[in-house]
């Protein structure tokens, strides 16, 4: 079997690799297999033109083999993505493992280590914003063509574009008297879903299939058809998203997932409660909810006003100047413990992060100051 669909690569180590991908291939998308095998592709054209005497994997070395691929990759011009080269290192990373245990040769597991792998760039949120979200809708609904209404679906969905695109002609189930959720089936996490919608969805779903029903396409069950596969459907609707900003003046390329940010945005904006705006994305973890929410100095302040005209619980204003009963120095004594027992207060209010390490470290200067102060006061022998 070929590395690639492109021309054979002619190493000795080409059929080895490939028979660790097929391995690892058999419970992964196609999407992953190609990636390990362009990943193989690169390593073994790399070892061919720099380390050409290498033949089998017991000559492989840590040093200078793949610490010189991960050299070349950083030196590359014009300069490889972050998110390219950490992928590629864990590409190898597992191809190497599965080698090691294949071929009975543990040492290849150590080659490329955990802490080789970079960690990834923290993406900012990329919702729309108002105005981009509320042009690029306009000029949708003005188009009201297949691709219009399936990017206006993705947007009042939270779907991701690849859950479009396996959607089932029947994905709109009754929940209820006048309400209605679309059944997500399984996605990028390998869950599914179902999401609330409201009657312009539904609308726009019976759009969709007003579409399906004049496509020359055979029926397959599907909501969409699709004309070659399912990754060409995809490509046209990022082409169609992009011609439609080009026209509607948004200079800032957009691409299907920011619909998906601003669809989060918005929830958290209508008063839906975090952890449901998680399920509505189908997220395993808080933390990957949080790089989807954009939250702007208006809603800040909109909460920040709600928070004061309607507070949930009613606590007691801090006294201007903390009494002590004591003078001299057991009253700075008795106002630095009081200080530090409403700063520990605060701190355990607080989830993990910088303010809360922040006090901790005052807390702690605190400490030292109380003990000189009582030494201060300490008798002198």
Not at 1 to 23: E, G, K, T, V, W
Not at 51 to 79: E, F, K, N, Y
Not at 89 to 113: K, M, V, Y
């Amino acid at each position: 079997m070929n590395l690639s669909r492109r021309a054979p690569l002619q190493h000795p180590l080409a059929d080895r690799f490939a028979s660790a991908i097929d391995s690892l291939g058999a419970a992964l998308a196609p999407g992953s297999v190609r990636q390990y095998r362009a990943t193989a592709r690169n390593f073994l054209l790399y070892l061919g033109v720099d380390h050409p005497q290498v033949a089998s994997l017991d000559q492989l070395r840590r040093d200078p083999h793949i610490l010189g691929w991960m050299t070349r990759m950083r030196s590359q011009v014009p300069p490889l993505a972050p998110v390219t080269y950490i992928t590629r290192l864990i590409f190898l990373r597992g191809i190497l493992a599965e080698l090691a245990s294949s071929a009975q040769l543990p040492e290849l597991a150590q080659l490329l280590r955990r802490q080789d792998v970079p960690r990834a760039p923290r993406r900012l949120p990329r919702a729309l914003t108002m105005e981009q979200d509320q042009r690029l809708q306009q000029e949708l609904l003005r188009r009201n063509d297949l691709a219009a209404n399936v990017l206006l679906l993705l947007r009042h969905t939270g779907m991701r574009i690849s859950e479009a695109a396996d959607l089932s002609f029947d994905c709109l189930h009754s929940s209820g008297a006048d309400q209605w959720a679309i059944q997500v089936p399984l996605g990028k996490l390998k869950t599914e879903r179902m999401v609330p919608v409201d009657s312009f969805v539904c609308q726009l779903v019976q759009r969709l299939r007003f579409f399906r029903s004049f496509d020359p396409l055979p029926a397959d069950g599907r909501l969409l058809a699709r004309p070659s596969s399912r990754e060409a459907l995809i490509r046209q609707l990022r082409r169609y998203l992009h011609a439609t900003c080009a026209e509607t003046g948004i200079a800032k390329r957009i691409v299907p997932h920011q619909l998906r940010h601003t669809y989060a945005s918005e929830m958290l904006r209508a008063g839906v409660e975090f952890l449901s705006v998680m399920k509505l994305l189908g997220h395993a973890s808080p933390e990957m909810t949080m790089l989807y929410l954009d939250i702007a100095l208006t809603d800040l302040q909109r909460e920040f006003h709600l928070a004061r005209s309607q507070p949930r619980h009613l606590a007691p204003q801090p006294k201007t100047q903390v009494a002590s009963a004591h003078s001299g120095l057991d009253g700075v004594v008795d106002s630095l413990r009081t200080t530090q027992h409403l700063i520990e207060m605060f701190r355990r209010s607080l989830s993990d992060g910088a303010p809360r390490r922040c006090l901790d470290r005052l807390s702690n200067r605190l400490t030292k100051i109380l003990t000189i102060v009582r030494k201060l006061g300490a008798p002198e022998k």
